[in-house]
Nanobody, 125 residues
Framework: VQLQASGGGLVQAGGSLRLSCVASGLTFMYYSFGWFRQAPGKEREFVAAVSRSGGNTPYADSVKGRFTISRENDKKTVYLQMNGLKPEDTATYYC???????????????????WGQGTQVTVSS
C-alpha cells in the first residue's frame, strides 16, 4: 500500500493550499481516509476525515470552516483544501487510510492502518 501526499509548500498567512493524496495497492472504495498533522515537538493530531461514501466529514475544531476534505474514487485521490491559513497550521501533513464500513469514519490516529510519507506546510506571518 502506498499513500503519496503532495501539495505542501510555503504560503503567507491568509493564503490557500490544496493537498492531494494518491492511493495505490488497496481497494480505494473500501477505505475511509484522514488527514493528520504534526508540528515540531508536538503529537500528531487529527485534522479531517472522509467516509467511504464521502457523506461523513468530521473536522478538528481548529480547522472547521477553513479546510475542506474530499475524495475522487475514480482517481483514487483524497484532497484537503486549506483556506485562510494561519501560522499555527504549520506542520507536516499526513494522509492515512482506514478500512471501515460505509458511513463510519474515525478521528483517532490509532484506527488508521496505512500512512503516507507526509508533506510540509509552512505558513508565514
Amino acid at each position: 500500500v502506498q499513500l503519496q501526499a503532495s501539495g505542501g509548500g510555503l504560503v503567507q498567512a491568509g493564503g490557500s493550499l490544496r493537498l492531494s493524496c494518491v492511493a495505490s495497492g488497496l481497494t480505494f472504495m473500501y477505505y475511509s481516509f484522514g488527514w493528520f498533522r504534526q508540528a515540531p515537538g508536538k503529537e500528531r493530531e487529527f485534522v479531517a476525515a472522509v467516509s467511504r461514501s464521502g457523506g461523513n466529514t468530521p473536522y478538528a475544531d481548529s480547522v472547521k470552516g477553513r479546510f475542506t476534505i474530499s475524495r475522487e474514487n475514480d482517481k483514487k485521490t483524497v484532497y484537503l483544501q486549506m483556506n485562510g491559513l494561519k501560522p499555527e497550521d504549520t506542520a507536516t501533513y499526513y494522509c492515512a487510510a482506514d478500512r471501515t464500513i460505509l458511513s463510519v469514519v474515525n478521528t483517532a490516529r490509532d484506527e488508521y492502518e496505512h500512512w503516507g510519507q507526509g508533506t510540509q506546510v509552512t505558513v508565514s506571518s
